[in-house]
């Protein structure tokens, strides 16, 4: 069964610093995701991303955070300089109907 | 507007039991209400979705029950087994066709407890 895949599954980085997450959704989905989860808190939408270009974005996709589909199968979500405040699941998920979620990335900020 | 209300926060049910888990919405431009479940350090995984032109879906142990003039859709858990402990998340698609593309609202989850 095809799957939402994420690298890495944990990333642990100092203040500052900037992260990539990568994803791989799954081949035949038109629509990418971001999404957040804040350790115990609900899911929270970060971004879309259809026909290589950014669709909508939360009040939290502030200049800090980026995507980029750089070829047929990655998508990624780039943080400049991590705050403390970023550490949590990230999410990427991908549709044709409704959203099939990656397994995530902890990130961590120290 | 956009919020989506979920309770109980946590629920414990016995094995065999039936587990309910309550959501309400506001914004009428949601067009999709899925569920999801997620055991603990993995992704949510879609279990069951309605539309809101549907009052009810059965699949399996599993169905959603819609209200659509209350706002309100709540999932059952028949036969609640200890495998099923997990949190569960409603959430509501927003206009797959227009400009919200699909974006998910999701409710507060509901951690699920079944004693065996």
């Known amino acids: 069964e095809p799957e939402v895949t994420q690298t890495p599954s944990h990333q642990v980085t100092q203040m500052g610093q900037e992260v990539i997450l990568r994803c791989v959704p799954i081949?035949?989905?038109?629509?990418f995701y971001w999404y957040r989860q804040i350790l115990g808190q609900k899911v929270e939408f970060l971004v879309s991303f259809y026909n290589n270009e950014i669709s909508e974005k939360s009040e939290i996709f502030d200049d800090q955070f980026s995507v980029e589909r750089p070829d047929g199968s990655n998508f990624t979500l780039k943080i400049r300089s991590t705050k403390l405040e970023d550490s949590a699941m990230y999410f990427c998920?991908?549709?044709?109907?409704?959203?099939?979620f990656g397994p995530g990335t902890r990130l961590t900020v120290l | 507007q956009q919020q989506v209300k979920q309770s109980p926060q946590s629920l414990i049910v016995q094995k065999g039991g039936i587990s309910i888990i309550n959501c309400a919405y506001e914004?009428?431009?949601?067009?999709?209400f899925p569920w999801y479940q997620q055991f603990p350090g993995k992704g949510p995984a879609l279990l069951i979705a309605i539309r809101p032109d549907v009052s009810e879906k059965k699949e399996g142990r599993f169905t959603i029950s819609f209200n659509k003039s209350a706002k309100q859709f709540s999932l059952h858990i028949m036969d609640s087994q200890p495998g099923d402990s997990a949190t569960y998340f409603c959430?509501?698609?927003?206009?797959?066709?227009?400009?919200?593309?699909?974006?998910?609202?999701f409710g507060q989850g509901t951690i699920l407890t079944v004693h065996p």
């Open positions: 998920a991908s549709r044709v109907g409704l959203p099939f």
């Open positions: 081949s035949n989905h038109l629509y």
């Open positions: 914004n009428t431009a949601f067009d999709y």
């Open positions: 959430a509501a698609r927003q206009d797959a066709g227009g400009t919200s593309y699909g974006k998910l609202t």
